[in-house]
Structure formats: structure tokens, C-alpha cells
């Protein structure tokens, strides 16, 4: 099945800087990768995905970009805001098959000083 | 925005007793799914269902676990003879079109088996 690796566990950032977390994936086949924010007491909350067929998408301050022939993509938050602390959660997932849904990283601490 | 509502929001049982998650998903949404995260670790793929009946699981949903939509609103999860090792914050989930689309996740339950 499918192993999603997620670094680095804890980030902290100034406040106005950019952050980075990285995750890799080790099934080839995965063709679509959602990014979520949970924040505390809350539940996952999606803040960008991409699919396969694409390298990279913006939304704002918040983009990801996808290397398929390395097997790994990444967010990338510019300017970061207090408001950005937060777990951010990679997941992948083979939507032509397999049983196992969305396989998630074990999760970026994200802790924003001001 | 409609929002996944999950109750209880905290539930404690007993080792070896019966309970029943509930979830009411978004209400234009068809796919509906049951995630689990043990306090610190990643979130984890259960079960999705759609158009009444399991579409895929997990191995983590052993014959323990059975999932229900009883009527045109409410989606539950039951954990029969439950163990130590059930203790978790469990997730609903719901989208439009399956796996590929944005997964909308409640607050959560947390189960404590004592």
C-alpha cells in the first residue's frame, strides 16, 4: 500500500516568512494529493490539492508543487499570520484503485512567532 | 458554508461494550467515510461508503466495525466489543464525488475505552 512521509515534524517560523513542509509517497500511482489544516478540537480542514497532471497551483499565499519522477510534493506558505499555526496533514491517494482511501503524513506541527 | 456534524463530541465506554458514532454529512454530498486518529499520530483511512453499501475499508475495520446509513441524514459508525486500543478521535468525512474531490471532515468524536 501506500507510505506517505512527512518532514518536518515541527516548524517554526517569524511571523512574514515563508514555510515549507515536505512529504514523499512511494506509490507511483497516486494520482491525487490534498493538503489539510487542523486546527485544535477541529477536524482536517482541505487548503489545497493537486492532481497529477500538474506540477505546481497557487491559492493566494499558499501554493504546492508536485515532482512526480521523484515522488514528492510540497506546501509552500508565503507571509506567514499568527492564524496560520496549525497541524498541515499531506495525503495521497491512487484513485484508480486500491482499498486504502487517502493515506496521510503524520502531520507539521506549524507555530508561527510573532 | 455547510459543515459535517459529528455527536458525541466525547464518548466513554467500558472495554467490551457496543458504541455507535454519529455523523450527519453535508447534504448535496453522496460519499461518505469514517477516519480515525490516535491522539499524536496520523489520521487514518477506515471506511468509505457510497450508495449503501462499503466501497472500500481498511484493515483497521475489522468485523467489529460495521457502518450504517439508516435513513436519508445520518451516517454512524458502531464498534462492537470494544477494546483498549479503539481509543481515538474518530472523523466523518463526505464529498461530492468520491476521493478524488474535497473530503469535508466534522470536529470528531473522541472515543475513550476504559
Known amino acids: 500500500g501506500e507510505n506517505v512521509e512527512q518532514h518536518p515534524s515541527t516548524l517554526s517560523v517569524q511571523e512574514g516568512d515563508s514555510a515549507v513542509i515536505k512529504c514523499t509517497y512511494s506509490?507511483?500511482?497516486?494520482?491525487?494529493f490534498p493538503w489539510y489544516k487542523q486546527e485544535l478540537g477541529k477536524g482536517p480542514q482541505l487548503i489545497i490539492d493537486i492532481r497529477s497532471n500538474v506540477g505546481e497551483k497557487k491559492d493566494q499565499r499558499i501554493a504546492v508543487t508536485l515532482n512526480k519522477t521523484a515522488k514528492h510534493f510540497s506546501l509552500h506558505i508565503t507571509e506567514t499570520q499568527p492564524e496560520d499555526s496549525a497541524v498541515y496533514f499531506c495525503?495521497?491517494?491512487?484513485?484508480?484503485?486500491?482499498?486504502?482511501?487517502?493515506?496521510f503524513g503524520k502531520g507539521t506541527h506549524l507555530i508561527i512567532q510573532p | 458554508e455547510p459543515e459535517v456534524t459529528q455527536t458525541p463530541s466525547h464518548q466513554v465506554t467500558q472495554m467490551g461494550q457496543e458504541v455507535i458514532l454519529r455523523c450527519v454529512p453535508i447534504?448535496?454530498?453522496?460519499?461518505f467515510y469514517w477516519y480515525r486518529q490516535i491522539l499524536g499520530q496520523k489520521v487514518e483511512f477506515l471506511v468509505s461508503f457510497y450508495n449503501n453499501e462499503i466501497s472500500e475499508k481498511s484493515e483497521i475495520f475489522d468485523d467489529r466495525f460495521s457502518v450504517e446509513r439508516p435513513d436519508g441524514s445520518n451516517f454512524t459508525l458502531k464498534i462492537r466489543s470494544t477494546k483498549l486500543e479503539d481509543s481515538a478521535m474518530y472523523f466523518c468525512?463526505?464529498?461530492?464525488?468520491?476521493?478524488?474531490?474535497?473530503?469535508?471532515f466534522g470536529n470528531g468524536t473522541r472515543l475513550t475505552v476504559t
Open positions: 506509490d507511483s500511482a497516486s494520482n491525487y
Open positions: 447534504s448535496n454530498h453522496l460519499y
Open positions: 495525503a495521497a491517494r491512487n484513485s484508480g484503485g486500491g482499498a486504502d482511501g487517502l493515506t
Open positions: 468525512a463526505s464529498s461530492e464525488q468520491g476521493h478524488d474531490s474535497p473530503l469535508h
